[in-house]
């Protein structure tokens, strides 16, 4: 019986090292976190497209236009954009687009000082739907 728990015991060790290793472990976790698809931390929303950063500016540009958001400051560069605007209510909207490969980019947007969560909810839908 001891032997039996014991070969047990070593073919999970074994295969937690072989899944730890080949990098299909981090795949896992990866595929897990990544599930979630959009996240909202301290006021800021984020999302990572599958697209490159002048085309996730430029459909965050024409969004922000469509929803009668006024842009006070709009800068690209090849590694990151920024949109800053404000709703006709006076409250301040900041876009960053940040370059994570030349086909990919992440996507964050702050409605007000603390974040309005349903505002900024908006503005990525809008934004994801030019995509």
């Known amino acids: 019986m001891f032997l039996k728990c014991r070969q047990i015991l070593t073919m999970i060790c074994l295969s937690a090292v072989v899944l730890t290793n080949s990098g299909c472990f981090a795949l896992l976790l990866g595929g897990a976190a990544?599930?979630?698809g959009v996240v909202y931390i301290q006021g800021v929303l984020e999302q990572n497209f599958d697209?490159?950063?002048?085309?996730?500016?430029?459909?965050a540009l024409k969004t922000m236009k469509a929803q009668e958001i006024y842009v006070s400051s709009d800068v690209l560069n090849y590694a990151d954009a920024e949109i800053k605007g404000e709703y006709e209510d006076g409250e301040a909207v900041t876009v960053n687009v940040k370059a994570l490969t030349e086909k990919?980019?992440?996507?964050?947007?702050?409605?007000?000082?603390f974040g309005d969560e349903i505002k900024s909810n908006v503005l990525m839908r809008a934004i994801e739907k030019k995509l």
């Open 104 to 113: 990919s980019s992440k996507l964050k947007i702050r409605v007000g000082v």
């Open 34 to 36: 990544g599930a979630a």
């Open 51 to 59: 697209r490159n950063i002048k085309d996730v500016h430029e459909a």
